[in-house]
């Protein structure tokens, strides 16, 4: 059953347990979901402005198309879970475990994610221009399509992963670690020729 349109805002739900519960269009507006765990549940363009999610858990739980702005997602864990089409902005989300979570058409740009372990994850098409990804863990994340302009990746781990020509360019990838592969595209989209 769908919960739609609810409106959520200052709530206290502090340590609550989800199952399998639906949200559309529901706005949780400065709410305390603070130690929150859900799992297989759904959000849908909700928004999540100024919420407190820290300490929170998350497993095979959908964030499609939500608004996170200026949100709290410090010490928070998302396994297995899907960011598809949500935007965040001026979170605190560090520190943050991602695991085997979806981040395609996620908008981050600005977000602060150094040293963050993002092994493995699907960043298709993300928005992480202006993104601090310093010294993050990026091996085999497929970036592809990413819009990485002014994307700060120095010291980032990125063998095996997957990046475009554009993003090899608009990115700052000074001391990042690559594999022979993205050596040959990261020359070859600077201009020069592999012989």
Request: glycine share 10%; aromatic share 6%; proline share 1%.
């Amino acid at each position: 059953m769908d919960i739609i349109g609810e409106d959520y805002s200052d709530a206290v739900m502090y340590g609550q347990k989800w199952e399998g519960r639906s949200f559309v269009g529901c706005d949780f507006t400065e709410a305390d979901m603070r130690g929150l765990v859900t799992s297989g549940c759904t959000f849908t363009e909700c928004t999540f402005d100024r919420t407190d999610l820290g300490e929170s858990s998350h497993t095979a739980t959908a964030f499609r198309s939500c608004r996170f702005d200026r949100a709290v997602l410090a010490s928070t864990r998302f396994t297995s879970c899907s960011w598809l089409g949500s935007t965040f902005v001026d979170c605190a989300m560090r520190p943050i475990t991602l695991e085997e979570t979806d981040l395609t058409l996620a908008g981050l740009s600005g977000a602060r994610l150094p040293k963050a372990s993002l092994r493995g994850m699907r960043l298709r098409e993300a928005n992480l221009q202006d993104a601090d990804l310093r010294d993050a863990d990026l091996r085999e994340a497929d970036l592809t399509g990413a819009r990485l302009l002014g994307c700060r990746l120095e010291g980032t781990d990125l063998r095996g992963a997957r990046l475009d020509a554009d993003g090899l360019v608009q990115a700052t990838l000074r001391g990042a670690r690559v594999d022979l592969d993205t050596a040959v595209a990261f020359a070859a989209a600077h201009g020069l020729r592999v012989e």
